[in-house]
């Protein structure tokens, strides 16, 4: 039973332009969302959070929207750059702290130059 | 500061011989979550201590899976007569008491032959 899913198996995009990375939950328990960044041969690295009682949160060029009625959430990169290139995890937890991550399957992103 | 330390980065075992795996969290953390990620996949929850005792075992997959935090601090993951089913990276996270946030280690590379 897949709680969290991410459809797309890879992005790629051009430098410049928006990344939108999205992700589906179906337990309706969840109400901490985060999303992590993972390069090769290093262990997932935190990006950006949001709560269930916002719709939208941003820090710098990274902003998170959440849909809770369609239990969707999508990430948005702008502008996309060639670091910017990894595979990202959509993550949800149940409670408010100190609870299991449960995890999407990753979405590969590629920024061409 | 220092980041989750994880030992060895590699492992490489013999089917039916014993491992053991070896997280040191962030200082000051009191959540420690251990994870296994197989490839294509995202991570998969196994166990989460608060300080010292074990809070959520329920992701161990059997009872050759056991893991430890005797002092609060580092943790080690022990898994007996290994099957090549247990090759795996397996992912070390910790975090700070009511924050949801959990900040990876770099996983140690389990295989086993």
């Known amino acids: 039973d897949q709680q969290v899913k991410q459809n797309s198996p890879s992005l790629s995009v051009q430098e410049g332009r928006i990344s939108i990375l999205n992700c589906d939950y179906t337990n309706s328990m969840f109400d901490y969302f985060l999303w992590y960044k993972k390069y090769p041969a290093e262990g997932p690295t935190f990006l950006i959070s949001?709560?269930?009682?916002?719709d939208k949160n941003e820090d710098g060029r990274f902003t998170v929207f959440l849909n809770k009625s369609a239990k969707h959430l999508s990430l948005h990169i702008v502008p996309s750059q060639p670091g910017d290139s990894a595979v990202y995890f959509c993550?949800?937890?149940?409670?408010?702290?100190?609870?299991?991550?449960?995890f999407g399957e990753g979405t590969q992103l590629t920024v061409n130059p | 500061g220092a980041g989750v330390s994880q030992t060895p980065s590699n492992k490489v075992t013999e089917k039916g011989k014993y491992v053991e795996l070896r997280c040191d969290p962030i200082s000051g953390h009191t959540a420690l979550y251990w994870y296994r990620q197989s490839l294509g996949q995202g991570p998969e929850f196994l166990i989460y201590f608060q300080g010292t005792g074990a809070a959520d075992d329920s992701g161990l997959p059997n009872d050759r899976f056991f893991a430890v935090r005797p002092e609060g601090s580092v943790s080690t993951l022990k898994i007996q007569r290994t099957e090549r089913g247990d090759s795996a990276v397996y992912l070390c996270?910790?975090?700070?008491?009511?924050?949801?946030?959990?900040?990876f280690g770099p996983g140690t590379r389990l295989t086993v032959t």
């Open positions: 996270a910790s975090s700070q008491l009511g924050q949801d946030e959990q900040y």
């Open positions: 949001i709560s269930s009682i916002k």
């Open positions: 993550a949800a937890s149940g409670e408010t702290s100190g609870s299991r991550l449960t």
